[in-house]
């Protein structure tokens, strides 16, 4: 059986975009039967896919030591490669909102990129922070940025040339704690632990808080909302 490691859905179509740890592939499946997904279609990079963030039909996906990749995902049986950007360190997140993509750059801090035209993306921020950046997360103006040294940081990226960190909280990281994929929804952050799922508070982005941690009865992977959050364990075959 293979998991997938991150799952970008579309509900309305019965569609999921889904990447596998380790594999190169970027696979689209037919979820109308949750049981039973079926494969439809795949795009493959040159090296691992890590982490999908969709708008429209833009898909962006990390790829270790080759950057950030967007695709074409109109049509999801045959995604087609619009643009790509390398970044010095290892990409291994993305998270895209109002035009710009934050990219988690492993040992090369994080990145912010201009995504507005999919197929020129460029890098226009930059952040390099003394451990790693391996998760980040953003909505509108706000986003957490996580370091496997210094915890978990909140930064305004309201001006595009340049964010400003907020604050941080070092009752979660990156690595230390086992956070493994990163969502942030309004005023706070979900988490993924260990299979579970831990919630940060950022009301207050000076002072952000962790709370508890709450399982789930399977293994949570990655933390998805439109309307709610779900935490999706999918097998693709």
């Known amino acids: 059986r293979t998991y997938a490691s991150e799952v970008v859905p579309r509900f309305e179509e019965n569609l999921a975009l889904l990447q596998v740890d380790g594999n190169p592939t970027v696979f689209a499946a037919n979820v109308a039967n949750p049981d039973a997904p079926t494969k439809i279609g795949g795009f493959q990079t040159l090296g691992e896919a890590y982490a999908l963030d969709l708008v429209g039909d833009t898909l962006f996906v990390t790829t270790w030591d080759n950057g950030l990749y967007d695709l074409n995902v109109s049509n999801p049986a045959a995604p087609a490669l619009l643009g790509k950007v390398n970044t010095p360190g290892r990409a291994v997140d993305v998270a895209v909102a109002n035009g710009y993509a934050l990219i988690a750059d492993d040992w090369g801090g994080w990145r912010k990129v201009n995504v507005t035209d999919p197929a020129h993306p460029a890098i226009i921020a930059e952040t390099i922070t003394p451990g790693e950046v391996l ?18 940081f909140t930064v305004d990226v309201t001006d595009p040339g340049q964010p400003a960190i907020q604050g941080r909280t070092t009752g979660i990281s990156g690595a230390v704690d086992q956070a493994e994929d990163l969502a942030l929804f309004g005023s706070h952050t979900y988490a993924i632990q260990g299979g579970n799922v831990r919630v940060m508070d950022i009301a207050n982005p000076s002072a952000p808080t962790v709370g508890n941690l709450v399982t789930t009865p399977g293994t949570a992977r990655s933390p998805v909302s439109y309307t709610h959050l779900r935490a999706h364990e999918t097998v693709l075959d």
Do not use: E, H
């Not at 103006?141 to 496997?148: E, K, M």
């Open 135 to 152: 998760q980040v997360a953003v909505d509108g103006d706000r986003a957490v940025i996580l370091d496997n040294s210094l915890g978990a």
